[in-house]
């Protein structure tokens, strides 16, 4: 590993910070370096907050140390003005002399335009490095530009015999297929994603909150498909806990292919990821129309002999962990 590799390395462990907090916006990490050691640090603030390059600008006293330093950035400097300005334009009013990107910034806004504006204040650019893993960092604001839609990960429990829910059952509540540590996880992926949805039924079996509480973060956007709006306001998802969007037939078209319709309309509403937790009908419609990124799978150390049968999905492997008796696995879709 090189030394712009490296630092370009400590950019991504830093940008991590922003996970779930700078939504819709990207979760950047920028470092600044004088003299082979790290004089600065700074990661993407909570929307509508400053963003990396600015936070590691401003924690530098001295600023005409800036002038004999590099910027190293896991995502090109914006050059347009949103809730903030532009970074590029601050880059050159200090006159840094050179700046290494990770990755190229997609969004029609930039594309190109941070870099051609460092390069015509002189500054001396070099881009990709690490470009791989600096694009899967960026995998969820990468898609919402790119597909055009959020970047969406299946999530579900399963027994070991294949079954995500009991037939039927005697209160309206979960019936756990995994451990504590296993679901205490799902409300960590909770807090990291913009919003979550599940289907009719997964809220009359089970009374979901779908809100984060077994780890501090921001409660996601609860989305739930009601196509006739059976569902009354006693359920836990019409709580002030968190804020709820109903998908009905006032708002999506139910004759179209529906996650085709849920991911236009979540595009437009600047939804940049979310979570489909269930049931196993609202997942296997989104397998089937091949809108998915990312599936969890968890398979738990029970059976149930009989009941609704998981979804059936074909993806990539990329890893599988314990969690006690309780296996994870983790897919990306080809």
Known sequence: MNLDERYITRCLQIAKNGLGTTRPNPMVGAVIVNDNKIIAEGYTSPYGGPHAEVNAINAIKNKDLLKISTLYVTLEPCSHQGKTPPCSDLIVKHKIPRVVIGCIDDNPQVAGKGIAKLKEAGCEVTVGVLERQCKEHHKRFFTFHNKKRPYIILKWAETKDGFIAPKSKNKQKPVWITNQYSRQLVHEWRAEEQAILVGTNTVLQDNPSLTVRDWKGENPLRIVLDRR???????????????TLILSETNIDFEKPIAKEICGLLFDRNINSIIIEGGAKT?????????????????GDTEFKDGIKAPQLKGNLISEEQFLNDTLKIYTND
């Open 283 to 299: 997942l296997q419609t989104f397998i089937n129309e091949n809108l998915w990124d990312e599936a969890r799978v968890f398979i």
């Open 229 to 243: 709006l059976k569902l009354d306001k006693n359920f836990s998802v019409f709580d002030d806990k968190a804020e």
